[in-house]
């Protein structure tokens, strides 16, 4: 019940936070004292991507929405959720976008189909090419 | 009236490559006749008056700009009469129109430098080469004077110009995109060539040693291209990354790989008469990929799929071209390719065996670069947006890349034709020792990814494994081609070591500092002496001063700052870069928080240098190919000449 509520609270606490006006978030632009969870976070915001910036991570940009979402990821590993967690509410957030670690689903499966056509395809060149040789 | 000069004269040069096209092609098909000779005189000539029209008119953008003539339209809204006269003049081609100019302009000089001085191959597959060059040019010329006019006016004219994005007024920018067009140029040259060469039926080793100097000098462009663009975003974006396998830098990545998988097939061709088919289509690809390259930075459509389709005269235009070029060269390679025999055979237990395998792993990768960032546009066509980023390029890409360097390490020990492993086993067995001693090494020491595990023990044995070639031959007698190939290997082994191990033992400190508190990070200790406002010609900033020491050696001063530029009005980072020679201190400095501290960002990036020192070196490698190549030619060239003025001797 405490950990919805805090839920809760952060949902409101996003879009709040996103105007400039507003100090921001304290984890934006702060490590978590524990480096083992610190380096959990960082490898998680290396792999979200900043929404209002092109093709930057939300841990290599200034922009205010990346230090917001900074601020969710510190705080939420800090409160125990594993990192695969917190994409998967970003991802029922903000879209399957979010994430740039794509994951095989109806929508993507060519992305992993096609790399191992490509194998397969150069395994038969290669086999070709060397049969021929002979 | 400077301006229209400069309209007239590119009017004028795509009149002569319409000229030269008609021209060269007719003359080629049907060589022999009276009028076909006719015509064969003028294709050269013509190549040569249109680059220096387009020069011409190149320099009149550069004047238009230098003096901000705010009459025309481009100068008014990406230039401003208080700029650095520098970055006015840089600014000629950092904007679509001139951009574009300059492409053509480079084009066309390359175009009159081979009218000029190459007479290596058949004239009839020079003519079809020729008129090839024409065309491809005429599509830009069209591009440029239809829907890309640099030379528009504007009336009234503005009091000022609306300024250039200051994130571009950097010597660093200035110079990238410039780079990276001589590089998909010379990509469009060899095009030219393989087009030639399949008209006229004449892919032979004489056709891939003429086109290697231009696949070499435009391989070269992107690689630097690729090194500057990549230490560009580092300084400038200031969060320490390098690479973001972002599609403009995918951009320029995928014709890289095909001009680098382009460049070792045309080797096997020129050498051995192999790989003849495989050349021609990797000819064909690797100005593809250029055109891909162009079409995903110009159009826009890297921005949203929907601001293409709300705007997409230019986009449209530069697909209709590469649909025309490619799929042109394409039912080309269809046709003929019955007519390209195979070629000579050879063991996979060569050098040409090992280049195939180069080949393929080059292009897979360049197959997965391009699915990655081609997939997410398609997707969001049909409203359904996705993301592919580091954590899918990073390992997919390495299935190919990895075992592509073990190759890389054997490959060059190798003879042509056929060999035997026992030959090479002592150095193999070697370099083998070498990989195997890092990985466990760096296993028993640090817990890293096994990505970084790998490439830094595949670097390390790559290393050494480029300079086995050199052993046991005389190095004052060693070709300058095969300095250039150990160098650039070497290249590659320093790269990947920088790669792998700022991946992996980089440290960060994120912090909210006042003045006079100590930072440590790595064995680096900072202190902030000062945070003071500072200006410049078009930007204030905030400057941090502080004094750093290493292991508490020497102090050294950093003065990271947070610009403000006004015109228009946008936010950069200045970051200050410490560099030793085990890597380097990136220090930022953000926004002032509420409770009047400075929020410091420092990274301590273990050999993060080498990632493009490692570039550089692979470039330098291509430019003592290119040297050796040249210098080779012009020596049989002289000698050819001599023996053909003694026998004008002999016979009078």
């Known amino acids: 019940m405490r950990k919805l509520l805090v839920l809760i609270l952060l949902a409101i606490a996003v879009p709040l936070a996103a105007q400039d006006s507003l100090p921001p978030a304290p984890y934006a632009y702060q490590q978590l004292d524990d480096p083992a969870l610190e380096a959990k976070a960082t490898e998680l915001m290396h792999t979200l991507r900043c929404l209002t910036c092109q093709s930057q991570s939300i841990a290599d940009s200034d922009a205010p929405m990346a230090g917001d979402m900074r601020h969710q990821v510190r705080t939420r590993i800090l409160a125990g959720e594993e990192p695969e967690e917190i994409r998967a509410w970003l991802v029922d957030r903000y879209g399957d976008y979010i994430s740039y670690s794509p994951e095989v689903s109806s929508t993507t499966w060519p992305l992993f189909a096609i790399p191992v056509l490509i194998l397969l395809g150069v395994a038969f060149i290669l086999r070709g090419r060397l049969r021929g040789a002979k | ?652």
């Open chain 2, 1 to 652: 009236m400077i301006a229209e000069f400069g309209l007239v004269a590119l009017w004028l040069a795509a009149a002569l490559a319409g000229l030269q096209l008609l021209a060269g092609f007719l003359a080629a098909r049907d060589g022999g006749s009276a009028t076909a000779e006719g015509l064969a005189l003028l294709v050269r000539p013509a190549a040569v008056v249109q680059a220096l029209l387009c020069i011409a008119s190149f320099l009149t953008l550069i004047y238009l700009f230098a003096v901000t003539d705010l009459s025309v339209k481009l100068v008014a809204t990406s230039s401003h009469s208080d700029k650095p006269m520098i970055f006015k003049i840089a600014g000629a081609w950092g904007q679509h129109e001139g951009s574009m100019l300059l492409w053509v302009t480079v084009m066309a000089a390359s175009g009159g430098l081979i009218a000029l001085i190459e007479r290596r191959l058949p004239e009839r597959t020079m003519l079809a080469t020729l008129a090839a060059q024409a065309f491809v040019g005429l599509g830009f010329y069209a591009f440029l004077l239809f829907s890309s006019n640099p030379f528009e006016r504007l009336n009234p004219a503005p009091a000022e110009g609306a300024g250039l994005n200051p994130l571009l007024q950097d010597i660093g920018l200035a110079f990238h995109p410039p780079t990276l067009y001589f590089g998909y140029v010379g990509l469009s040259v060899a095009f030219s060539f393989v087009v030639g060469a399949l008209l006229t039926r004449q892919v032979t080793p004489e056709f891939a040693r003429v086109m290697r100097p231009w696949v070499l000098g435009a391989w070269i462009f992107l690689t630097i291209g690729i090194t500057a663009g990549s230490y560009w975003a580092y300084y400038e974006l200031g969060w320490g990354g390098w690479w973001f396998w972002d599609p403009v830098e995918n951009a320029s990545l995928m014709p890289w790989l095909a001009a680098t998988a382009l460049l070792h097939s045309a080797s096997v061709l020129a050498a051995r008469d192999a790989l003849r088919a495989w050349t021609v289509m990797l000819g064909v690809v690797a100005f593809s990929m250029s055109m891909v390259g162009t079409f995903l930075v110009r159009s826009g459509i890297l921005t949203s799929v929907h601001a293409f389709a709300v705007d997409p005269e230019r986009g449209s235009f530069i697909l209709a071209l590469l649909t025309l070029y490619i799929g042109g060269a394409l039912v080309l390679f269809a046709l003929r390719a019955n007519t390209v025999a195979e070629g000579e055979r050879f063991s996979i237990m060569s050098r040409e065996g090992a280049l195939v395998i180069n080949n393929v792993a080059l292009s897979a990768i360049l197959g997965i670069v391009l699915l990655g960032t081609l997939y997410p546009l398609l997707t969001e066509a049909f409203d359904v947006r996705v993301s592919v980023g580091p954590p899918y390029f990073n390992p997919v890409g390495a299935i190919f890349f990895l075992p592509m360097l073990a190759v890389l390490a054997v490959g060059p020990l190798l003879r042509w034709r056929k060999d035997s492993f026992a030959r090479i086993k002592l150095p193999v067995a070697i370099v083998g020792a070498v990989f195997v001693a890092v990985l466990v090494l760096v296993l028993a020491l640090a817990d890293i990814g096994i990505l970084p595990l790998l490439g830094l023990a595949l670097s390390v044995a790559v290393a050494i494994a480029s300079f086995q070639p050199m052993m046991g031959r005389s190095l004052r007698r060693l070709p300058l081609a095969v300095w250039g190939m150990v160098i650039a290997h070497f290249g590659v082994a320093v790269a990947l070591f920088g790669m792998a191990s700022d991946t992996a033992f980089q440290q960060e400190r994120l912090v909210a500092a006042n003045v006079g508190d100590v930072v440590e990070v790595g064995s680096w200790e900072a202190r902030l002496d000062a945070v003071t406002p500072v200006s410049g010609p078009n930007w204030t900033a905030i400057e941090a001063r502080m004094k750093l020491s290493y292991d508490g050696g020497a102090e050294r001063e950093a003065r990271p700052q947070a610009r403000s530029f006004w015109s228009p009005p946008q936010e950069t980072s200045e970051v200050a870069l410490l560099t030793r020679w085990n890597g380097q201190l990136y220090v930022a400095i953000g926004n002032q928080a509420q409770d009047g501290r400075w929020q410091l960002r420092l990274w301590w990036k273990p050999f993060v240098t080498f990632i493009w020192y490692g570039g550089l070196l692979i470039a330098l490698g291509g430019v003592l190919a290119l040297i050796g190549r040249v210098a080779t030619d012009v020596r049989r060239r002289v000698a050819a000449g001599k023996i053909a003025q003694r026998k004008a001797e002999e016979a009078s």
